[in-house]
C-alpha cells in the first residue's frame, strides 16, 4: 500500500501535489517480560508484561508512477532536519487483526496531516 496526498511540503521547502506516501523501513520488537513477587501471604504473583511495537519511516515520492517505476523517494518525512520515526503499539485495539505494515498506514491515515491522503496501490511487503 501507499498513500497519495494532495499537497505536502518538504523539509527543503518545496510542496509537492499529488505525492505518494510509502513506508520504506518497518521494524517490529516483541518482548515479553514476567515479574514475580511475594504478597503479604509470601504466596509468588506474576505479573506478565511485554510489548509488541513498530517502528517506521516513511518516504515521500514524487507520484504514484515514480514507486511503480521503481524510483527512489524524493526525501524521507522529517521534523526539521531528523527524519521522522513513527511508532505504535501494534497490541492497541485498532490494530489487532492486522500486519504491522497494515497497522503502519492506518496510524499514519489518523493522523491530522495526512487526514486528506488514500490508499493507492499494493507494495510487495
Request: aromatic content about 6%; some cysteine; overall charge negative.
Amino acid at each position: 500500500m501507499a498513500l497519495t496526498i494532495p499537497s505536502i511540503e518538504l523539509a527543503s521547502g518545496i510542496t509537492l501535489t499529488n505525492a505518494c506516501l510509502a513506508i520504506t523501513q518497518l521494524n517490529t520488537n516483541n518482548t515479553t517480560s514476567l515479574t514475580q513477587t511475594l504478597d503479604d501471604h509470601n504466596q509468588v504473583q506474576e505479573t506478565p508484561g511485554g510489548q509488541y511495537s513498530c517502528a517506521f519511516q516513511v518516504g515521500i515520492f514524487a507520484s504514484e508512477q515514480a514507486i511503480s517505476d521503481q524510483l527512489p523517494p524524493v526525501d524521507l518525512l522529517r521534523d526539521g532536519r531528523t527524519i521522522r520515526v513513527f511508532q505504535l503499539n501494534l497490541n492497541d485495539p485498532e490494530y489487532q487483526q492486522m500486519t504491522p505494515r497494515q497497522a503502519a498506514y492506518q496510524y499514519l491515515q489518523g493522523l491530522q496531516e495526512f487526514s486528506g491522503s488514500s490508499p493507492v496501490i499494493e507494495l510487495e511487503a
